[in-house]
T-cell receptor, first 115, second 114 residues
Framework: AQTVTQSQPEMSVQEAETVTLSCTYDTSESDYYLFWYKQPPSRQMILVIRQEAYKQQNATENRFSVNFQKAAKSFSLKISDSQLGDAAMYFCAYRDTSGTYKYIFGTGTRLKVLA | DAGITQSPRHKVTETGTPVTLRCHQTENHRYMYWYRQDPGHGLRLIHYSYGVKDTDKGEVSDGYSVSRSKTEDFLLTLESATSSQTSVYFC?????????????FGPGTRLTVL
């Protein structure tokens, strides 16, 4: 069965600095999707970035980028120029293309941004 | 905002009572999901639906049932609520141009079972 692991329960970053959140996953599939979601104190789950496994190029969305290492089954999120509004829980998620359309989530990393 | 609403947003109930949570979407998406979120566990899938009257179990389905009689509504029922079902419940839809490849979430329902 597929699994998603976020080994950092909590991280801190100074405002304007860069931070990287780690995510590893386990799958025997070759084609799948990976996601990062942000959950601020409002509790709303917000899609941050999405990566398709067949694409070698790392996805980027403004200050957010990923480092996708398919062979290592690693999918880290880099936040550049951190802002106070980036403080939130961040969840890594996986979905394969086998047809079940189920998503698997990691346990989350709480990011604190220090002024 | 993917046009997903959940009701109620907050509920307090007593052990043994039935509870139904509603998820409503406005854009006729085929795939809908129910998750629960608990500290240290992330989001865990309870049930999901891939069409009207088509549903399947997730990893934590015991004690929960679902129904989908219309495309826009996906109901989650706790037949006899227990304290272990105190949680935050999220509904989600899955959309994409080539298939249901990205999930979007409702605002969540906080359920407390006393």
């Amino acid at each position: 069965a597929q699994t998603v692991t976020q080994s950092q329960p909590e991280m801190s970053v100074q405002e304007a600095e860069t931070v990287t959140l780690s995510c590893t996953y386990d799958t025997s599939e070759s084609d799948y999707y990976l996601f990062w979601y942000k959950q601020p104190p409002s509790r709303q789950m917000i899609l941050v970035i999405r990566q398709e496994a067949y694409k070698q190029q790392n996805a980027t969305e403004n200050r957010f980028s990923v480092n996708f290492q398919k062979a290592a089954k690693s999918f880290s999120l880099k936040i550049s120029d951190s802002q106070l509004g980036d403080a939130a829980m961040y969840f890594c998620a996986y979905r394969d293309t086998s047809g079940t359309y189920k998503y698997i989530f990691g346990t989350g990393t709480r990011l604190k941004v220090l002024a | 905002d993917a046009g997903i609403t959940q009701s109620p947003r907050h509920k307090v109930t007593e052990t043994g009572t039935p509870v139904t949570l509603r998820c409503h979407q406005t854009e006729n998406h085929r795939y809908m999901y129910w998750y629960r979120q608990d500290p240290g566990h992330g989001l865990r899938l309870i049930h999901y639906s891939y069409g009207v009257k088509d549903t399947d179990k997730g990893e934590v389905s015991d004690g929960y049932s679902v129904s989908r009689s219309k495309t826009e509504d996906f109901l989650l029922t706790l037949e006899s609520a227990t304290s272990s079902q105190t949680s935050v419940y999220f509904c989600a839809i899955s959309v994409g141009t080539g298939g249901p490849d990205t999930q979007y979430f409702g605002p969540g329902t906080r359920l407390t079972v006393l």
